[in-house]
T-cell receptor, first 113, second 113 residues
Framework: SQQGEEDPQALSIQEGENATMNCSYKTSINNLQWYRQNSGRGLVHLILIRSNEREKHSGRLRVTLDTSKKSSSLLITASRAADTASYFCATDGYGGSQGNLIFGKGTKLSVKP | ETGVTQSPTHLIKTRGQQVTLRCSSQSGHNTVSWYQQALGQGPQFIFQYYREEENGRGNFPPRFSGLQFPNYSSELNVNALELDDSALYLC???FGRGNTEAFFGQGTRLTVV
């Protein structure tokens, strides 16, 4: 079963606009990660936020985490056509030792030039 | 590029056949995880190997098996292929047991006909 659920499923914006994607999950976590995937290729790691962190920045990316609401958001500022991709959140299982990441179905972002 | 390489990139197999997919982990990493990603879905955890031993397994039948070698590269074997096994198979490497930042390869696209 999938723990994370991204919202919206698809997002279309103009270049230069900001894009916000949300992720909700069901169980407690140690950390949450965001990945990008271009056209069915491999996943690129974007950012990891730990359960004791509330916000993290990396370049044009800003991630927030609200463990009380079991939700996270990914903000991409000043989007570019090259940001067109699918974005996935992935969580671990709190206290789990299997080492697996649990992914949602992703948000498909389209940035029009 | 993550330094995680997978081979082959694409292959086509007939139902009932067996297939072996390979993954070379990033230098310094001792953990390899395998994921199956069906079209339009998020990756699903198959299993993880830590220092040559299986460290956890997802909800996949026994015909999905794996190995990790002393150099920490890994193989995924699937026997008695079914049409539903058609998917992108992703390998991820990381350091240490448990849930850490994972670096993914470009994947192997398997088509079963």
């Amino acid at each position: 079963s999938q723990q994370g659920e991204e919202d919206p499923q698809a997002l279309s914006i103009q270049e230069g606009e900001n894009a916000t994607m949300n992720c909700s999950y069901k169980t407690s976590i140690n950390n949450l990660q965001w990945y990008r995937q271009n056209s069915g290729r491999g996943l690129v790691h974007l950012i990891l936020i730990r359960s004791n962190e509330r916000e993290k920045h990396s370049g044009r990316l800003r991630v927030t985490l609200d463990t009380s609401k079991k939700s996270s958001s990914l903000l991409i500022t000043a989007s570019r056509a090259a940001d067109t991709a699918s974005y996935f959140c992935a969580t671990d299982g709190y206290g789990g030792s299997q080492g697996n990441l649990i992914f949602g179905k992703g948000t498909k972002l389209s940035v029009k030039p | 590029e993550t330094g995680v390489t997978q081979s082959p990139t694409h292959l086509i197999k007939t139902r009932g056949q067996q297939v072996t997919l390979r993954c070379s982990s990033q230098s310094g990493h001792n953990t390899v995880s395998w994921y199956q990603q069906a079209l339009g879905q998020g990756p699903q955890f198959i299993f993880q190997y830590y220092r040559e031993e299986e460290n956890g397994r997802g909800n996949f039948p026994p015909r999905f098996s794996g190995l990790q070698f002393p150099n920490y590269s890994s193989e995924l074997n699937v026997n008695a292929l079914e049409l539903d096994d058609s998917a992108l198979y992703l390998c991820a490497s990381s350091f240490g047991r448990g849930n850490t930042e994972a670096f993914f390869g470009q994947g192997t696209r398997l088509t079963v006909v």
